[in-house]
C-alpha cells in the first residue's frame, strides 16, 4: 500500500480581518476539501476595501524573502493559486515563484483579478492589465469574470447578449495564451448565472444556476477555492466548476436567511459540510 500523502495548494492573496474574503475564505474552504492551505500574504488589512475605513499593510517587499524560505526548505506544492495582486512587482514575484515551485504535477490556477461590471478596479493601470496577460500564460486553468476576459483578450465589454459561440471563441483566445482551461464565470443569462467551461480540447460546456440574492464580495474567492482543491484532487472541471457555483448559491440564499449585511459576504462557515460530503461521495 503506498504512503497516503496530502495534497498542498500555495495560496497567494490578501489576508483581510474581516469580512470574508481572500485568504480567510481561501484557509478553511480548500481545507474542507481535504487540502492543506499554504498562504503567501500579499498584503495585511483589517477588513475588505468595500468598507469606509480600513487598515491596510503592503507585504510586497517581504514576499520574495518568505517564499525563499519555502525554496530552502525544498517545498513543493500540487497547486499554486494567485488571487488578486495590487501592483506589477507583485505579478513578477507570483510569476518567479511559479518558475520556482510549478513542476510538472503542480496545477498552477491563476484569478487574473483585475475588474467587474466592464470597468477596472481604480488600482489596475493599462500597464499591469498588459503584465496580468503574461501571469495568464502561465497558467493551467485561468478563472476571469467576463470583464476580465474582455480585457485580456481586448473585446468591448456589455453586460448581457453574448452567443455560444462568442463566448467559445473568447475562451479559446485565452486558452491561445498558454492555459490549458478556462473558467469565463458568472455570465448574465436571464435569471441564470453561466460559467464557460474550456477544459483542454474538450467541448465547451455552459453549466448554470439561478441567480439568487444580492451581489456579495468574497464569492469569487469561494468560487476559485473550490475549482483549486477540485483540481489538485484530480477531478474534471466542470465538476468543480458546478461544485463552485452550487455552493455559492448556497451560501449566498443561507447568507439572506439569516439576514447578514451585504458586506459582510457570505456565510460560508454554515455550509462548510457541503464541501467535506463532496469530497467523500467523489
Known amino acids: 500500500m ?4 496530502q495534497k498542498k495548494i500555495a495560496m497567494i492573496n490578501d489576508l ?18 481535504k487540502v492543506q492551505c499554504c498562504p503567501v500574504p500579499t498584503s495585511i488589512l483589517s477588513n475588505h476595501t468595500g468598507f469606509p475605513v480600513y487598515f491596510f499593510d503592503d507585504y510586497t517587499e517581504k514576499m520574495p524573502s518568505y517564499i525563499e524560505k519555502w525554496k530552502e526548505l525544498d517545498l513543493s506544492f500540487d497547486g499554486i493559486v494567485s488571487g488578486f495582486l495590487g501592483s506589477e512587482a507583485q505579478i513578477a514575484i507570483v510569476m518567479d515563484m511559479i518558475r520556482k515551485f510549478g513542476g ?15 470597468q477596472t478596479y481604480a488600482t489596475f493601470t493599462p500597464s499591469m492589465c498588459r503584465r496580468m496577460k503574461d501571469l495568464v500564460s502561465m497558467g493551467d486553468i485561468v478563472t476571469p469574470n467576463l470583464t476580465e476576459a474582455c480585457i485580456l483578450t481586448g473585446r468591448p465589454f456589455r453586460k448581457k447578449g453574448w452567443t455560444r459561440e462568442e463566448l467559445k471563441t473568447m475562451a479559446a483566445d485565452i486558452q491561445a495564451m498558454g492555459p490549458e482551461s478556462v473558467v469565463i464565470t458568472g455570465v ?9 467551461v474550456a477544459e483542454g480540447r474538450r467541448e465547451v460546456t455552459f453549466p448554470k444556476t439561478i ?32 461544485l463552485a457555483a452550487s455552493f455559492v448559491k448556497k451560501c449566498i440564499r443561507r447568507s439572506e436567511e439569516l439576514d447578514i449585511p451585504a458586506a459582510n459576504g457570505v456565510c460560508f462557515e454554515e455550509l462548510l459540510d457541503v464541501l467535506v460530503r463532496a469530497v467523500h461521495q467523489g
Open 16 to 33: 483581510s480581518g474581516y469580512g470574508r474574503c481572500s485568504l480567510t475564505v481561501a484557509i478553511p474552504i480548500i481545507s474542507a476539501m
Open 211 to 242: 441567480r439568487v440574492g444580492q451581489e456579495r464580495p468574497g464569492t469569487g474567492d469561494v468560487f476559485s477555492s473550490v475549482v483549486a482543491a477540485a483540481a489538485v484532487r484530480g477531478w474534471d472541471l466542470e465538476e468543480g466548476v458546478r
Open 188 to 196: 448574465n443569462q436571464g435569471g441564470y448565472l453561466v460559467n464557460v
Open 104 to 118: 510538472e504535477e503542480t496545477r498552477v490556477i491563476i484569478d487574473p483579478i483585475m475588474g467587474d461590471h466592464g
Open 2 to 5: 503506498s504512503e497516503y500523502r
